[in-house]
């Protein structure tokens, strides 16, 4: 038995198989864009450890950043006590804001979730949020309350949190989503759900992805998003996004809301943020962020080796945006370029790009793990998303070369199926 397949039985012997891996890939290191696994075969990176290494594997400034750092202190717990770092990362994080901040942080996507969720009730004193149909959020109970990508996420684990409810996402494969998407859903939110079913000043916050991750890289008409903003601002309720897998850079914006020209009241980040060391913010209007003392803390939040590798983040990716609206044109480029007809659409922003297979109108599920597992084969990583969206995740700087044989490799699979 090879390497990755003795790992693989052990992996399937010693931990809970919860999680739904695509291919068997066995990594032993990786560099820049390029990931190795545990026989020595190289892959181009076209996922980037979902979404997370935006300067890429093995990143000099990051590793230099993160053993001053070890050689300081490991942890102390921002819980009772002070560093610097933090306050740092936290200044520099609000300077990224079209508002005056402040930062709360986590460890990871899912916790920044449900600090957001905390934050918004207890400031608003109000009990409901409003989610959207699609979604994805995380996996503890208040965040998979509004996660709905895929069922098998929350059915075993009612009852969820009350008080929450899931309006439509514009989503044009959405059945009630023909014609004026943004309207529709807007109208029907307004007008049937405020104004029927819950007391708007009940409602605390709106939570949604401003592009849909998970749910298959579903990118909302700017006028739903504004519209919304609106409907917010008129009843006192927070607009919450959620930027785990969008922001820091993501989307060729430091932010996706920037994209749509609104302005959030809280905004959770993970992923990227901590360049590969688990560590996630809730970034917030300083009037909106006044939990009292003692209402809400972690032993590991903004842990130090983390920030040191957020600060470089925070530095760098801003000096990456143009470069990664140029790289994600070049993987759109080839990927439009296929006759394939399954291919649905292409659709993305920066390097935040989706491929959308569709068979007679219905997603095309098994011609997705075709493609992903011939794709692994050939040497390229990339994962699903939706039902059948081939998701495309890079680091931030990967070179063009690596890029356009990446997604070549990945448009030819689509032709092949
Ligand atoms: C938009 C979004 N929110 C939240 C999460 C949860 O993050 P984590 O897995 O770090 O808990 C994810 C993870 O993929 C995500 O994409």
Redesign the pocket.
């Known amino acids: 038995m090879n390497k990755a397949l003795s790992i693989i039985e052990e992996d399937s012997k010693y931990l809970m198989q919860s999680f739904s891996r695509w291919y068997p890939l066995v990594i032993e290191r990786a560099k820049g864009s390029l990931v190795y696994d545990v026989e020595g075969k190289e892959y181009i990176d076209m996922n980037a450890g979902?979404?997370v290494m935006a300067l890429g594997h093995g990143n000099e400034k990051v590793i230099s950043a993160v053993q001053e750092q070890m050689s300081k202190f490991f942890h102390y717990s921002l819980t009772d006590f002070y560093y610097d770092l933090a306050v740092r990362v936290a200044r520099k994080l609000v300077s990224m804001v079209p508002f005056q901040g402040k930062v709360f942080y986590t460890?990871?996507?899912?916790?920044?979730?449900e600090a957001s969720l905390k934050i918004a009730r207890g400031h608003t004193r109000r009990q409901y949020v409003i989610g959207f149909t699609n979604?994805?959020?995380?996996?503890?109970f208040g965040?998979m309350s509004f996660?709905s990508s895929k069922y098998v996420q929350r059915s075993m684990f009612s009852p969820l949190l009350p008080s929450t409810l899931l309006v439509p996402y514009p989503d044009r494969h959405n059945p009630i989503c023909r014609d004026d998407c943004a309207s529709a859903i807007l109208s029907y939110l307004e007008d049937w759900i405020l104004r029927k079913m819950v007391d708007p000043n009940d409602v605390a916050g709106f939570l949604l992805?401003p592009i849909?991750?998970?749910g298959g890289i579903v990118i909302p008409p700017t006028e739903f998003m504004q519209g919304l903003e609106k409907i917010a601002r008129k009843h006192g309720i927070l607009l919450i996004l959620?930027?785990?897998?969008?922001g820091i850079g993501r989307t060729g914006r430091m932010f996706a809301f920037e994209h749509f020209n609104v302005e959030p009241d809280l905004i959770?980040l993970?992923?990227a943020l901590g360049g590969g060391l688990?560590l996630?913010a809730v970034v917030g209007r300083s009037e909106v962020m006044d939990l009292p003392k003692g209402s809400h803390a972690n032993t590991f939040g903004g842990n130090p080796l983390a920030l040191a590798a957020a600060e470089v983040v925070l530095e760098e990716v801003p000096l990456l945006l143009s470069r990664v609206n140029e790289r994600g044109k070049i993987i759109m480029d080839i990927l439009n370029s296929t006759k394939s007809k399954y291919i649905d659409e292409v659709r993305g922003k920066g390097l935040m790009i989706g491929v959308d297979l569709r068979k007679q109108d219905k997603p095309f599920e098994e011609g997705l793990e075709r493609v992903l597992m011939n794709s692994f084969t050939r040497g390229v990583l990339a994962i699903g998303a939706g039902e059948s969206v081939v998701r495309l995740l890079p680091p931030l700087v990967i070179e063009d070369e690596l890029a356009s044989r990446g997604s070549s490799i990945i448009k030819q699979e689509i032709e092949n199926l």
Do not use: M
Not at 107 to 113: A, K
Not at 242 to 246: M, Y
């Open positions: 979902i979404g460890n990871s996507g899912t916790e920044s979730v979604s994805f959020h995380g996996r503890t965040s996660t992805e849909q991750g998970e959620d930027e785990v897998q969008t959770c993970a992923k688990p996630g």
